[in-house]
């Protein structure tokens, strides 16, 4: 399990890293511009995914159809549907790939994140110290900062909510 306190990760890019990660990211929007969809909320809703079942119904189908040649009816463009099949089958194998780089990211992040937000909670606290011990110069900073944790009062007593201490 891993560690809730303290440094989560550390890591860098360095500027040659960057460069070529963003680099790669070009070459793939490059590749894309044109090939493909951006659908809008309704329209997802609309066509949504097929089921693992579904697929494999597909897949029965065009075995079927390359078995079958003559049963494949005259009005079914059988050239796009297999155009499209080996598309999505292209598409497929790389956005497994992308999901796991996308989820790598992600969980990166996060980490990231956490440590972030950690060191800032002990830079306030310690702002919060100076400014009660009137170091000169740390009250504003105090205030400013107190404005993300802001304080619930009740009529019968103060709780606090979301507070640094």
Do not use: C, H, W
């Amino acid at each position: 399990m891993m560690k809730t306190t303290g440094n989560m990760i550390s890591l860098d890019f360095t500027a040659e890293e960057l460069t070529q990660f963003d680099e790669a990211l070009k070459t793939l929007e490059q590749i894309l511009a044109g090939k493909t969809a951006n659908l809008s909320l309704d329209e997802r809703k609309q066509f949504g995914r097929i089921a693992e079942q579904n697929k494999l119904f597909v897949n029965k189908a065009k075995d079927y159809m390359e078995e079958y040649p003559q049963y494949v009816p005259p009005f079914l463009d059988k050239a796009e549907f297999d155009k499209d099949f080996m598309a999505r089958s292209i598409i497929e194998k790389r956005l497994i790939r992308l999901d796991g780089l996308t989820e790598q990211l992600s969980d990166t992040k996060i980490l990231l994140d956490n440590d972030n937000y950690n060191n800032a909670l002990t830079f306030y606290r310690n702002i919060r110290f100076l400014s009660r011990e009137d170091v000169p110069g740390t009250t504003n900073i105090a205030k400013d900062l107190s404005q993300f944790f802001p304080r619930a009062r009740k009529k019968d007593n103060s709780e606090t909510e979301n507070t640094a201490e």
